[in-house]
């Protein structure tokens, strides 16, 4: 079941973590539309002025070259004097656009006539005297800055100068026409970004802090032993990938508990079954159906022995549990602790039915002899248990890399690809049933894993070629005896 906050009564709804975020993503984008505000009106202060520099000393540099060859065509000033309109048209045509068609803005102001003075070879004013005028100075702030020349030259001799209003000068009239569209040009772009961060503190916000409150109403759910809850994981994000993990968490969770139930459940039918025949024989004696005899206490004995391994077992998975299993890791001679026991268990297996091949190679392990010798016994009964005769036990006990490693397989009947994965699970038994077929609690394998896990070792089944199961087992090998000389290709 998935969990869906998609209801209208979400909307509304603002976590604390949601206004957090647009709280600290509007500040931040405010700040920032702040501060390009700040730097970009200096720059563009600044920038101006010397945009205006450039622009005048060029329009002047033009302006006194056109002057030079009309004083060189007319060898004076005079027709100036004479005619304050030649200087208009003069301007014009050298300063305005080929369209002949009045610049805007800026471009009008740093093209008009009055913008300029002429002097002659004498530094006399030709034309434009009132731009030599000095305003009236204003207290408290420096002196306006004189007008800049240009010399007028005509075949190397100068024959007048051009001067012009120094940028300082101009913008008391022009600076506020562009400085003041900038900046609104400004406060519309810091406007737009203030709108947007607000749109996108918003939305993020309330995106982020909704995938928050679906997480925490799914885990509130899971600590009240719903493990049935899911999140959707729509997406690639980091919220996605942690969704994913809640739903693993919440899948695992779920598997232990079925796992737990069924575990309690297969404990008590172990432990219903001989106390049930336990029950059976004791009435049967009190009712004086089976005398009270050697051979029946003998019985008895049995089903109590039963009870009292199952009983051992379980408390040996449960200190496996609890990481408390009682280990006394020293050097073994790992070829030495299995070749004995499966000496000793040979004519066991002869009288099964089941021929006995085994090879080995000195190999040293850290590990508990007594535990080893547990280990063997677990597998020798599986073994005993699950194999027809005539058949083969064959084990193999060599060094890969750095580990020692025991190939233990068997004959038929063989195990489904499918259900190797299962057969260390506690109470498993391959057939689906309840029916032993040798008697045993379904524990062995189970111990026999947390045994080797215990000592450092893995313990991984597989199909063996003789056409019934192989475990591998694979022990770290001790440091004095891991020779890099001996290695065998994986």
Same mark, same amino acid.
């Given at each position: 079941m998935s969990l869906s906050l998609s209801g209208r009564r979400d909307w %509304?709804?603002?976590?604390?973590?949601?206004?957090?975020?647009? !709280?600290?993503?509007?500040?931040?984008?405010?700040?920032?539309?702040?501060?390009?505000? &700040?730097?970009?009106?200096?720059?563009?202060?600044?920038?101006?002025?010397?945009y205006l520099e450039r622009s005048q000393a060029t329009r002047a540099e033009t302006l006194a070259n056109a002057l030079g060859e009309q004083w060189a065509s007319r060898?004076?000033?005079?027709?100036?004097?004479?005619? =304050?309109? !030649?200087?208009?048209?003069?301007?014009?045509?050298?300063?305005?656009?080929?369209?002949?068609? %009045? =610049?805007? @803005?800026?471009?009008?102001?740093?093209?008009?006539?009055?913008?300029?003075? +002429? +002097?002659?070879?004498l530094s006399n004013p030709v034309i434009g005297e009132p731009l030599l005028d000095t305003p009236p100075p204003d207290p408290g702030m420096p002196p306006p800055p004189e007008p800049h020349f240009v010399p007028i030259r005509s075949d190397g001799q100068l024959v007048g100068q051009l001067g012009y209003l120094p940028p300082e000068r101009l913008m008391a009239r022009m600076d506020q026409i562009f400085l003041e569209r900038q900046q609104r040009n400004l406060m519309i772009i810091v406007g737009s970004l203030f709108l947007a961060s607000l749109l996108l503190a918003g939305g993020l916000a309330w995106w982020l802090g909704r995938r928050a409150r679906s997480m925490t109403l799914a885990t509130r759910r899971l600590t009240l032993g719903d493990y049935s809850v899911r999140?959707?994981?729509?997406?690639?994000?980091?919220?996605s990938r942690l969704s994913a993990d809640f739903n693993q968490l919440a899948e695992t969770l779920e598997a232990n508990r079925r796992a737990r139930q069924r575990w309690v459940a297969d404990i008590a039918h172990e432990l219903r079954t001989p106390l049930a025949v336990l029950r059976g024989e004791i009435e !049967?004696?009190?009712?004086?159906?089976? %005398?009270?005899?050697?051979?029946?206490?003998?019985? +008895?004995?049995?089903?109590?022995d039963q009870l009292g391994h199952l009983v051992e077992d379980l408390r040996l998975l449960a200190q496996s549990d609890a990481g408390a299993l009682d280990m006394h890791l020293v050097p073994v001679d790992l070829a030495e602790s299995l070749a004995q026991r499966l000496e000793d268990s040979r004519l066991?297996?002869?009288?099964? @039915?089941?021929?006995?091949?085994?090879?080995?190679?000195?190999?040293?392990?850290?590990?508990?002899?007594?535990?080893?010798?547990?280990?063997?016994?677990?597998?020798?009964?599986?073994?005993? !248990?699950?194999?027809?005769? =005539?058949?083969?036990?064959r084990v193999t006990l060599r060094q890969r890399q750095q580990y020692a490693e025991v190939v233990w397989e068997d004959t038929s009947p063989g195990v489904p690809e499918h259900e190797?994965?299962?057969?260390?699970?506690?109470?498993?038994? &391959?057939? @689906?049933?309840?029916?032993?077929?040798?008697?045993?609690?379904?524990?062995?394998?189970?111990i026999a894993s947390a045994l080797i896990e215990a000592q450092g070792g893995t313990l991984v089944p597989s199909a063996s070629p003789l056409g019934g199961l192989r475990w591998t087992l694979s022990f770290p090998l001790e440091v004095a005896n891991a020779s890099p000389a001996i290695m065998e290709p994986a």
């Open positions: %509304p709804r603002l976590s604390r973590l949601s206004l957090k975020l647009f !709280a600290i993503i509007l500040i931040t984008n405010v700040l920032i539309s702040g501060l390009v505000f &700040v730097f970009v009106s200096r720059s563009l202060d600044q920038g101006f002025v010397n060898g004076s000033w005079q027709w100036l004097r004479d005619n =304050p309109r !030649a200087w208009q048209s003069l301007v014009r045509s050298q300063l305005w656009s080929s369209e002949r068609r %009045p =610049p805007q @803005g800026i471009d009008r102001e740093l093209s008009d006539a009055r913008g300029y003075v +002429l +002097l002659d070879e999140l959707s994981e729509r997406g690639r994000d980091e919220l !049967a004696m009190e009712d004086g159906i089976r %005398p009270l005899t050697t051979d029946n206490l003998g019985s +008895l004995q049995q089903e109590v066991r297996l002869e009288n099964r @039915g089941l021929e006995l091949v085994f090879e080995t190679e000195s190999l040293w392990v850290r590990a508990d002899s007594q535990r080893l010798r547990q280990l063997w016994d677990n597998l020798l009964s599986n073994t005993l !248990a699950y194999t027809d005769n =005539p058949g083969m036990l190797l994965s299962r057969l260390t699970e506690r109470l498993y038994r &391959v057939e @689906g049933s309840r029916n032993r077929r040798s008697g045993g609690s379904g524990l062995g394998l189970s």
